[in-house]
């Protein structure tokens, strides 16, 4: 299995966003949001989705992780995600030794969460898409990697 580092950006459970410098890994922002993470949130370092940011990444797991944890975890898939009409999609990953998730279930968990938090703001609106798997997650962080910066995935 495919791993991949994620920068842990948010923690399970709160409904406090910190927005960061994904180059230098430092706070820039933090604001409060509609609803509470229900799991780890961040990005992967090195890449550079469509939308001008990292690839977001929700790290599947019962472990505490706290804002500023750099993980390995393992890709089990990726989520569709539209945001103001462009797209913005979520890797799902797990750490290692995790047992492997519901996908469907996080899938309709993370649907949930993607309409609430942003509900209600004006300009934002967001949609869950199709629920794909592990190879392609590995395709985007392919096509969003950066060059000149280390690649996403480990060998």
Do not use: W
């Not at 993607?114 to 967001?126: A, Y």
Request: proline share 8%.
């Amino acid at each position: 299995m495919a791993s991949v580092r994620v920068f842990i950006e948010n923690e399970a459970g709160s409904d406090i966003k910190h927005h960061h410098d994904e180059e230098r890994f430092v706070v820039t922002q933090v604001e409060q949001v509609r609803a509470a993470f229900p799991y780890p949130y961040g990005f992967v370092p090195g890449t550079l989705a469509a939308d001008g940011d990292a690839v977001d990444c929700f790290v599947i797991t019962p472990r505490s992780l706290h804002t500023g944890d750099l993980v390995h975890a393992e890709i089990v898939g990726l989520m569709e995600q539209t945001d103001s009409g462009g797209s913005n999609h979520n890797v799902l990953a797990v750490l290692p030794g995790d047992p492997p998730p519901d996908l469907e279930r996080v899938r309709e968990e993370l649907a949930r969460f993607i309409v609430e938090v942003f509900r209600g703001l004006p300009g934002r609106e967001s949609t869950a898409g199709r629920l794909l798997p592990a190879e392609d997650a590995l395709n985007y962080l392919a096509r969003c990697t950066t060059s000149g910066r280390p690649t996403p995935t480990d060998a």
